[in-house]
């Protein structure tokens, strides 16, 4: 056996199962060793950015990580901006990054890159394996560093002569870490602070999100008459009819500060304090009030449920309804025009039992939320990292991960160019997505900015910097390049039908939404 | 004036007029100013690969830099792999990255990541300002920085608050280093090496690939009985009839081998000795014989038209004919099935004077040389970097540089989805390029590597990894989507036709060539 032979049995035994690939000539050994070896589900992408991205969708619905294979530093390079979305997001993944054999390296061939250089700024873990009798240790460390939560990104790299060279066999996985028990001086603080009664919010991140921990953050609720509130942006917020409805932190710096402003102490649960997205000229990067106490309840690698069974208790809370449960309802169908709040209506008028709603809508979806709150119970996964072109990939993996689920992805025109090539791995595996593209042809959340800068009236440098038409994208045109139907709208009724078609549609379709 | 003001007018006045462009928040300020002062050509791109790689091919071109403008850290990092190219090829860029407002940065907000640690293994030469005051002189090292020859990666992080605040004025760009002189003792060295007659190669790289010096080259060749190579990837060889003709050392290790066999000395003039792209179980990494003698007589960042001046002069070649001058010829048309021959022949029939040829054909276009040796003069760019993606991108830069030339981009299929999103800046700009895309719907070099690491019947799940079909990719679907004009041929009279037409055509054009 050699040594790609050896990982890839260490990473079926380690319980990586899939792996997302853009494989180069010194990966051949593992593509072959993938072939060889029965248990892979290899997932073809046709562009690293789609292979990470996907990963990390794969991570936060399956809540193990997938592997990767990228083609030395540059395969690696065009994957970090998805993995720093993925780092952000707390999502497990394991990279396996070819590389040069190890005496070509000083030759300084064309490939040749500072491997761990580009990986550091998005890596918890990265390892050079230089040789094949180490390799599949090696992987067995990177499967458990991914593994310690929330979930870190891990890098292994892997030169040629350390795949081609005879190994020993696999390597058992060490035990993988759990999530450290909160001591109850903090459990104490939290409940000491929650006396402040409406004045106290409970703000929640990470698996504070799961259905049964925001119940118990509801009860919690009901019982002090604290608020609940989670951050703008969340791995995966369970919601729904018949879960909490928890509102998010909004993106705006000053609604942020309205909506933080009646709050004198924060209780964090797997989420931090709030900050703006962006700094600003004579706007405040930190969202809450002065002298606002916070009280870390848990952070995102701690042991969440835990805790809050602690705080129910500590609260005296057990037998209280949680509050905030939300009530099965759907907003009926609108006609005409279209505009958000009608894509909304829609949106909560169609979604089905179990969807998984991958949310980089940008400015078009801001107000998405009410509307969908009382449909059938879903998962919605949000942008970590702030790095667009991070939703077709994301979607990718989610659907990988959940094959009985209808995956809907909500993009903005701008954002879905960046990883346009995912709708191909979409459609050759044949993945159950619904695509809406928000087609405003424009980077429209900059157009705001802009203006927020000073510019009121935009010269034609400007404007074009900012603006994608000249020529306007044919998202149908694009989908149908890649082997996924679609079909383009303009009304309420329009999207209405073509929404309804792709959800009994199965594999992708995808909705290019005039705005 | 503020900071990003300051810096637009140092790009200015030290020569820099073209920014290619992908804008985001923290961008906004340097675009109001890119805005308010006339002079810069801001061309937005829909990808960062295609902003990097535009800049790599506009220098290639322009011989001097372009800038960028990239969205902070994964900004930057989906603009790595093409910067990884063009700092192999030696091409100058300057690269301006956002920053969050220095004092947001330790706030951690979504899109904070380690800019620096990004740019650091594909950047000569980096800096952070942190002062508006300071951005200007930055800005001016920035320029010199990458006019170090033969061209440098040089970035530029600026920070929200320094664009913003104020700042006094532009600062002057130092005086550009020179390339140095090569002593003598080289030169008496290499003329010595020469003595060796049919024994004795010329490697030539960098811009000893240009008209002149290669006809020096030619004169010392005729003089001296040596032989002239290029290496296998040249950042630009400047060709065709009437200028000399020089073979590249072939890819595949077994025929350079061969090729590289009967020299015992290996003058190197701006080219680097020999070595394969990959290493491979029991093939030799180096490319040359064991005892090959290298004589390195300039460097590609030295002096290489007064070194190779100097060295007619020291083999008394200046009354010499330049061995190896083209002769104007064009290949008959050929008729029925394609294949590499069949389109090299078109290729030289139809290529018209002063092309740029920007080569990303993998394995079709291995043997495209000798069938366009004879066709009017043209410039070939490489692939110096080995990160497929490169080929759209640097067309679209090459064109921007050569507003009156034809650029003809050869483009595997599998390459070419890497950057796709060029195509819409070629249709936004109505740049002049002929895409021709080489779909056998494979990476079809995978396939020879496969067999190479000892896989003789690969299952499903290798084939898969390196198949493109299932579904199969439509070119002209995707081209429309994004603006580009195309059609698909699958005959040599369907092509011949197509490229006749898309050299007429003014604007991109893109012809789908099934293979």
């Given at each position: 056996?050699?040594?790609a032979?050896?990982?890839?049995?260490?990473?079926?035994?380690?319980?990586?199962?899939?792996?997302?690939?853009?494989?180069?000539?010194?990966?051949?050994?593992?593509?072959?060793?993938?072939?060889?070896?029965?248990?892979?589900?290899?997932?073809?992408?046709?562009?690293?950015?789609g292979?990470?991205?996907?990963?990390?969708?794969?991570?936060?619905?399956?809540?193990k990580?997938?592997?990767?294979?990228?083609?030395?530093?540059?395969?690696?390079?065009?994957?970090?901006?998805?993995l720093?979305?993925?780092?952000?997001?707390?999502?497990?993944?394991?990279?396996?990054?070819?590389?040069?054999?190890?005496?070509?390296?000083?030759?300084?061939?064309?490939?040749?890159?500072?491997?761990?250089?580009?990986?550091?700024?998005?890596?918890?873990?990265?390892?050079?394996?230089?040789?094949?009798?180490?390799?599949?240790?090696?992987?067995?460390?990177?499967?458990?560093?991914?593994?310690?939560?929330?979930?870190?990104?891990?890098?292994?790299?892997?030169?040629?002569?350390?795949?081609?060279?005879?190994?020993?066999?696999?390597?058992?996985?060490?035990?993988f870490?759990?999530?450290?028990?909160v001591?109850?001086?903090?459990?104490?603080?939290?409940?000491?602070?929650?006396?402040?009664?409406?004045?106290?919010?409970?703000?929640?991140?990470?698996?504070?999100?799961?259905?049964?921990?925001?119940?118990?953050?509801?009860q919690?609720?009901?019982?002090t008459?604290?608020?609940l509130?989670?951050?703008?942006?969340?791995?995966?917020?369970?919601?729904?009819?018949?879960?909490?409805?928890?509102?998010?932190?909004?993106?705006?710096?000053?609604?942020?500060?309205?909506?933080l402003?009646?709050?004198?102490?924060?209780?964090?649960?797997?989420?931090?304090?709030?900050?703006?997205?962006?700094?600003?000229?004579?706007?405040?990067?930190?969202?809450?009030?002065?002298?606002?106490?916070?009280?870390?309840?848990?952070?995102?690698?701690?042991?969440?449920?835990?805790?809050l069974?602690?705080?129910?208790?500590?609260?005296?809370?057990?037998?209280?309804?949680?509050?905030?449960?939300?009530?099965?309802?759907?907003?009926?169908?609108?006609?005409?025009?279209?505009?958000?709040?009608?894509?909304?209506?829609?949106?909560?008028?169609?979604?089905?039992?179990?969807?998984?709603?991958?949310?980089?809508?940008?400015?078009?979806?801001?107000?998405?939320f009410?509307l969908?709150?009382?449909?059938?119970?879903?998962?919605?996964?949000?942008?970590?990292?702030?790095?667009?072109?991070?939703?077709?990939?994301?979607?990718?993996?989610?659907?990988?991960?959940?094959?009985?689920?209808?995956?809907?992805?909500?993009?903005g025109?701008?954002?879905?160019?960046?990883?346009?090539?995912s709708?191909?791995?979409?459609?050759?595996?044949?993945?159950?997505?619904?695509?809406?593209v928000?087609?405003?042809?424009?980077?429209?959340?900059?157009?705001?900015?802009?203006?927020?800068?000073?510019?009121?009236?935009?010269?034609?440098?400007?404007?074009?910097?900012?603006?994608?038409?000249?020529?306007?994208?044919?998202?149908?045109a694009?989908?149908?390049?890649?082997?996924?139907?679609?079909?383009?709208?303009d009304?309420?009724?329009?999207?209405?039908?073509?929404?309804?078609?792709g959800?009994?549609?199965?594999?992708?379709?995808?909705?290019?939404?005039?705005?």
């Open positions: 056996m050699n040594g032979e050896s990982l890839v049995r260490t990473l079926l035994a380690g319980g990586i199962d899939v792996c997302f690939t853009n494989p180069g000539t010194s990966e051949m050994h593992f593509v072959a060793a993938l072939d060889a070896v029965p248990g892979m589900n290899c997932v073809l992408c046709l562009f690293e950015g292979v990470t991205g996907a990963a990390d969708g794969y991570y936060r619905m399956a809540g990580p997938a592997s990767t294979l990228l083609h030395l530093g540059p395969g690696l390079a065009n994957g970090v901006a998805n720093h979305n993925a780092k952000k997001a707390g999502s497990g993944i394991v990279n396996i990054v070819g590389e040069h054999a190890t005496y070509h390296i000083e030759l300084d061939a064309p490939l040749t890159a500072d491997i761990e250089g580009i990986a550091r700024p998005v890596s918890h873990w990265i390892k050079t394996s230089n040789l094949s009798e180490e390799i599949a240790g090696h992987g067995a460390e990177a499967i458990a560093a991914a593994m310690v939560p929330p979930g870190q990104v891990a890098t292994l790299i892997l030169p040629g002569d350390t795949a081609w060279n005879e190994a020993s066999g696999p390597a058992e996985t060490p035990a870490a759990t999530r450290p028990k001591e109850s001086a903090r459990v104490d603080s939290a409940a000491q602070a929650l006396k402040g009664g409406a004045k106290t919010l409970i703000l929640l991140g990470g698996v504070a999100l799961q259905e049964t921990n925001l119940r118990m953050a509801g919690v609720a009901t019982k008459g604290c608020a509130l989670t951050e703008w942006s969340n791995t995966r917020l369970d919601r729904g009819a018949g879960r909490i409805e928890v509102n998010r932190i909004p993106y705006v710096v000053e609604k942020a500060v309205d909506v402003k009646p709050y004198d102490r924060i209780v964090l649960v797997g989420a931090r304090p709030p900050v703006a997205f962006f700094a600003y000229p004579d706007k405040p990067s930190i969202l809450t009030q002065d002298g606002v106490e916070f009280i870390e309840l848990a952070t995102d690698g701690e042991d969440i449920a835990g805790v069974a602690d705080l129910v208790e500590a609260t005296s809370a057990s037998k209280s309804e949680p509050a905030g449960v939300s009530t099965p309802r759907r907003p009926d169908l609108p006609k005409g025009a279209l505009d958000p709040s009608g894509i909304a209506a829609i949106l909560g008028n169609l979604l089905p039992e179990n969807a998984v709603v991958v949310d980089e809508s940008v400015t078009t979806g801001r107000e998405f009410p969908t709150a009382g449909a059938p119970p879903h998962s919605w996964l949000n942008n970590r990292g702030g790095s667009i072109g991070y939703g077709l990939p994301v979607a990718t993996g989610a659907a990988i991960a959940c094959p009985g689920q209808k995956v809907i992805a909500l993009e025109d701008g954002s879905a160019m960046y990883t346009v090539q709708l191909w791995t979409m459609a050759r595996e044949n993945l159950d997505i619904t695509i809406l928000f087609s405003n042809r424009s980077y429209k959340i900059l157009r705001g900015e802009l203006t927020n800068v000073g510019v009121q009236n935009p010269g034609p440098r400007a404007i074009d910097m900012l603006s994608l038409n000249r020529p306007d994208l044919d998202w149908v694009m989908a149908k390049g890649m082997g996924v139907d679609g079909v383009k709208v009304d309420c009724e329009g999207l209405a039908k073509a929404f309804a078609n959800l009994d549609h199965e594999g992708p379709y995808l909705i290019e939404i005039e705005l």
